[in-house]
């Protein structure tokens, strides 16, 4: 659906779902969760549908993913780094 208008000089790998992504320094993981084939972030609790990062700015919350272990980030709002993992956010969040 997106892709990167240009290649960065220093890319960096990044994990979804166990499959290694190049990332760009400084770049969102919202944004390269958006250039995937299945570009979507997470599945409601209630219906499990899809839904993909929408506003790009930290106020819809439809991004939300797993980060690190951590569940429930706006990925929107989180740079990428060499080695970040990231599993898109099935159902509720669990405690």
Same mark, same amino acid.
């Given at each position: 659906?997106?892709? /990167?208008?240009?290649?960065?000089?220093? +890319?960096?790998?990044?994990?979804?779902?166990? /499959?290694?992504?190049?990332?760009?320094?400084?770049?969102?993981?919202?944004?390269?969760?958006?250039?995937?084939?299945?570009?979507? %972030?997470?599945? &409601? +609790?209630? &219906? @499990?549908?899809?839904?993909? +990062?929408?506003?790009?700015?930290?106020?819809?919350?439809?991004?939300? %993913?797993?980060?690190?272990? /951590?569940?429930?980030? @706006? &990925?929107?709002?989180? +740079?990428?780094?060499?080695?970040?993992?990231?599993?898109? @956010?099935?159902? /509720?969040?669990?405690?």
């Amino acid at each position: 659906m997106f892709r /990167k208008l240009h290649e960065s000089d220093a +890319p960096v790998a990044i994990e979804i779902d166990g /499959k290694t992504v190049s990332a760009e320094v400084g770049e969102s993981v919202a944004a390269v969760l958006l250039r995937e084939a299945d570009a979507w %972030a997470r599945l &409601t +609790p209630v &219906t @499990q549908s899809r839904r993909a +990062p929408y506003c790009m700015m930290g106020v819809c919350f439809d991004c939300l %993913a797993e980060v690190d272990g /951590k569940p429930s980030v @706006q &990925t929107c709002l989180v +740079p990428v780094c060499d080695g970040m993992r990231v599993t898109r @956010q099935c159902g /509720k969040r669990r405690i």
